[in-house]
């Protein structure tokens, strides 16, 4: 019997220069491509990226379109580059073909992707799955003509899928879309194995893990680090991501290790004491769902799913400041305490210990 057919437009996928960009959705993918027979359809950001390839069971056409070599959340986003996405996008949709086998086509990020879902969903005469993810809504959503894309993207969709319950308030509050379902994105099975209720010995062991750009507030977290010091405190930075960022000063406290493997990270979760992420937006994000499932406190701010994942407090350190200075300022405070008060993480390190993670399976 022929299997389903599940036809995907992503906003990002994993390409040959950044290996490391929306790896989740990848994964994800390959899990369901057991039920269904997967078609994709991602942009092409950088030349090297293949137009054609058989990744696995999975097959992605990539569309040409004029990003400058930046995603949009890379600020490669600008109104001639948003133009030649949807177009690009548009006309490579156009040769996913309607036949007798059932199907669904699933949109990855309502901005810019839903739009075009949404016509290949009626062309096709099947289903139309709207997934957002983050700075689909909280970002780009925002904007007069993003805000537009998104409600005509989302209003004729037959589930809309938010990755945190304040997404779908939002959704619901701005954007008049009801009957949102949450559902965050899993994480990896690797980070829900066996913990080390052991503590890795100090001075401060601090780890970011993420793409090195603005939108997850990593020069917030330098300059907070880099006042730490000045302060006084002894402690090591291992950076593991990607990205446009900064590159740090190879200090002898700091590793900047570049894009790695899940058993690496949950490695580097295993030997740190405080996950860094003060980040200016997120859905529900997998780093602080894989710090949670290894027992690693987190300092963030208290943006989108984050404080859902913390429903009694304990594990999390938020940081809610109102500007800039008072970010850095306030992360920094925190590194400076819990040096000098290490028994604050590792009573954090228990509690969260002791919590069962099983909900975060993919």
Known sequence: MDRPRLRVLTASWPGKKEP???????DLHLELADDFDTELIAPQIHPEDPIEEQDGPLR????????????????????????????????????????SIPGVVLAHWAVPAAVIARQSAVRLGCPLIVWCHGSDVHRFGRTRIGAKLLRMGLRSADRVLAASEPMARELADRHAISGVKVLPVGIDSHFLSQRSATTSPYPLKLLWVGERIESKGYHRMLNAVATARQRGVSLSLEVIGGGTGDQLDLH?????RGPQPPAEIMAAMDRSHLLLLPSKGEGTPLVVQEAIARGLPVASTPVGGIPDLFPSGQGWFPIEGASEGEICSELSDLIVGVAADPDILDRSRSALLERDTSGFSR
């Open 20 to 26: 490391w960009r929306a790896r989740f959705i990848r």
């Open 60 to 99: 992605v056409k990539r569309f040409h379109y004029r990003s400058g070599g930046k995603s949009p959340r890379n600020n490669g986003v600008g109104p001639i580059a948003a133009l030649s996405w949807l177009i690009s996008a548009h006309r490579e949709s156009r040769n996913w073909q309607q036949d």
């Open 252 to 256: 002898k406290d700091v590793q900047l």
